[in-house]
């Protein structure tokens, strides 16, 4: 009788109970992990806080959908440092651990293919938010490596569930692993990277020097956007780079290189951006094509540019934006 009933509770499993006061303790952890996972997911590359300040820097959108393309590129590249590969492939896995947990336990009597889909969707829907609001790079890779920490989450749900001999000591299990992998994923952020803790009390604040002389010539209103790859004469070299890529961009060119060309009357101008603790500092100024020239050469790095072309000629530039990083 008693091994009959057992089996009958593993094929029906009772809704988890507990006290109310370690259920509510089990959400409250949940909903401060769900915060700092949607700070680290959505807001590592651009801060909430610079989404209120237009101009600052251009949207980042780039998709791959080529699955384990990324997480190859980053043992086989040269240019790819070890340490920041291994802590974007952890990370990406130990951020899902706590929600394949909750998601085991919210759906505690459904089968665990439930969790997985859950897990997957909920990925996915991450993945996919990135690439509408430009927010940086969608890839399938860390949708396969979140679904490989929820599994381990999921995992875990499992394990503490067939350890533990009450619900109010299973609920405990729960509440304290949360606490001990919250302290140290928390102490490991700060270390690495402090600005992504969503209750840091740090406040940035936005500098802007000059930008009167950009009077008339809309940022969101440029034609293309794209990495200065080169200059030569009267003529600019454009890359296309999808993490710089718009919508507008998309439609207006497939090719992965265009060239511009230039005149006397072409305007440019120069954004310098720095930072200075928790200050970003962003001058505008007009300079000339020698100028533009030898910001390409004094950059490790390709400077990003905005193009705005000429009504009468879809060739040739009527102003441009390059933007250096200090």
């Not at 791959?64 to 492939?89: C, H, K, Q, V, Y």
């Not at 899902?96 to 909920?122: D, E, M, Q, W």
């Not at 920490?149 to 009450?166: C, D, H, L, P, Q």
Request: hydrophobic letters at 50%; one cysteine or more; aromatic letters at 10%.
């Amino acid at each position: 009788m008693d091994l009959k009933l057992n089996r009958n509770r593993e094929r029906n499993p009772e809704k988890p109970g507990g006290s109310r006061l370690l259920i509510f303790l089990f959400y409250l952890m949940f909903i401060a992990y769900a915060l700092i996972a949607i700070k680290v997911i959505l807001f590592k590359t651009i801060p909430f806080s610079a989404l209120l300040h237009s101009g600052i820097m251009p949207a980042l959108r780039s998709i791959n959908i080529i699955p384990f393309n990324t997480i190859i590129e980053f043992f086989t590249s040269e240019n790819i440092d070890m340490g920041r590969a291994l802590a974007n492939i952890g990370g990406n896995i130990a951020i899902f651990v706590p929600l394949g947990i909750f998601v085991a336990y919210a759906a505690h009597n459904k089968p665990f293919r439930i969790s997985f889909l859950c897990l997957l969707l909920t990925s996915f829907a991450l993945e996919v938010i990135q690439y509408v609001f430009a927010l940086g790079s969608s890839d399938i890779d860390d949708i396969l490596l979140n679904f490989a920490g929820g599994a381990i989450g999921v995992g875990i749900y499992k394990w503490f569930r067939k350890t533990t001999s009450s619900q109010n000591q299973f609920l405990m299990s729960l509440i304290g692993f949360f606490l001990v992998t919250g302290l140290l994923g928390g102490a490991v952020i700060k270390m690495i990277a402090p600005d992504l803790l969503p209750f840091s009390n740090a406040k940035v604040e936005f500098i802007y020097e000059n930008k009167e002389v950009m009077a008339g010539w809309d940022e969101a209103k440029a034609d293309l956007v794209g990495d200065l790859a080169a200059v030569e004469g009267h003529e600019v070299t454009l890359y296309m780079n999808p993490k710089l890529m718009r919508t507008t961009d998309e439609k207006r060119t497939a090719e992965e290189y265009v060239h511009i060309q230039i005149n006397d009357s072409t305007r440019i101008f120069s954004r310098l951006v720095s930072s200075d603790k928790n200050t970003v500092i962003t001058k505008y100024e007009e300079v000339t094509g020698s100028d533009m020239s030898s910001m390409l050469t004094a950059e490790n790095n390709a400077p990003s540019i905005m193009v705005w072309l000429s009504n009468e000629d879809k060739q040739v530039a009527e102003a441009i934006l390059i933007s250096v990083i200090d």
